[in-house]
T-cell receptor
Framework: GQNIDQPTEMTATEGAIVQINCTYQTSGFNGLFWYQQHAGEAPTFLSYNVLDGLEEKGRFSSFLSRSKGYSYLLLKELQMKDSASYLCAVRDRNYGQNFVFGPGTRLSVLP | DTGVSQNPRHKITKRGQNVTFRCDPISEHNRLYWYRQTLGQGPEFLTYFQNEAQLEKSRLLSDRFSAERPKGSFSTLEIQRTEQGDSAMYLC????????????FGSGTRLTVV
């Protein structure tokens, strides 16, 4: 089966940097995705890693280590609008190429 | 095309009633997925279609649940004899095959069973 862990909640200050960690166990790893979800809204795609290393997209970066089953999402220059849940999702080729989502990390950005 | 559309946005029903939700995916996307999400949790996979073929169903999808995508375009998800435990947000998403840019999700249908 699959097991994905993330911290439940995090708090950070506007303008700061925050790192949201995700650990996973899966037998047919085929990519790790990060989504942002504001309360009551649909998840929106943020980033994708399939090879080890760092992928940077503006204020957001995502890192993957396949040997450690570990990823993180790094958010820089935090803004109030970044307050949301951040979902880590793993695509598993033994699971029909579908995503298995973690429980999400609720981030609160304070002024 | 304005993205993935789901109807209705909200549904309140009495226990034991049947409900049906509709999803209209992005027109050029051949894959369509249904997920369920409860408060404070990540989405849980229910089923997915490639064109009109239903290729996988989760064990979460009991025999009270059925999904169709008759012409490979829109899809419906029906829940028969609803139970209070069915209360959740039902999310639809679509993608091209082997999408490396994730899914595009709809805004969801929030079901409340009273």
């Amino acid at each position: 089966g699959q097991n994905i862990d993330q911290p439940t909640e995090m708090t950070a200050t506007e303008g700061a940097i925050v790192q949201i960690n995700c650990t996973y166990q899966t037998s047919g790893f085929n990519g790790l995705f990060w989504y942002q979800q504001h309360a009551g809204e649909a998840p929106t795609f943020l980033s994708y890693n399939v090879l080890d290393g760092l992928e940077e997209k503006g204020r957001f970066s995502s890192f993957l280590s396949r040997s450690k089953g570990y990823s993180y999402l790094l958010l820089k220059e935090l803004q109030m609008k970044d307050s949301a849940s951040y979902l880590c999702a793993v695509r598993d080729r033994n699971y029909g190429q579908n995503f298995v989502f973690g429980p999400g990390t609720r981030l609160s950005v304070l002024p | 095309d304005t993205g993935v559309s789901q109807n209705p946005r909200h549904k309140i029903t009495k226990r034991g009633q049947n409900v049906t939700f509709r999803c209209d995916p992005i027109s050029e996307h051949n894959r369509l997925y249904w997920y369920r999400q409860t408060l404070g949790q990540g989405p849980e996979f229910l089923t997915y279609f490639q064109n009109e073929a239903q290729l996988e169903k989760s064990r979460l999808l009991s025999d009270r649940f059925s999904a169709e995508r008759p012409k490979g375009s829109f899809s419906t998800l029906e829940i028969q004899r609803t139970e209070q435990g069915d209360s959740a947000m039902y999310l639809c998403a679509s993608s091209l095959s082997e999408a490396n840019y994730g899914y595009t999700f709809g805004s969801g249908t929030r079901l409340t069973v009273v």
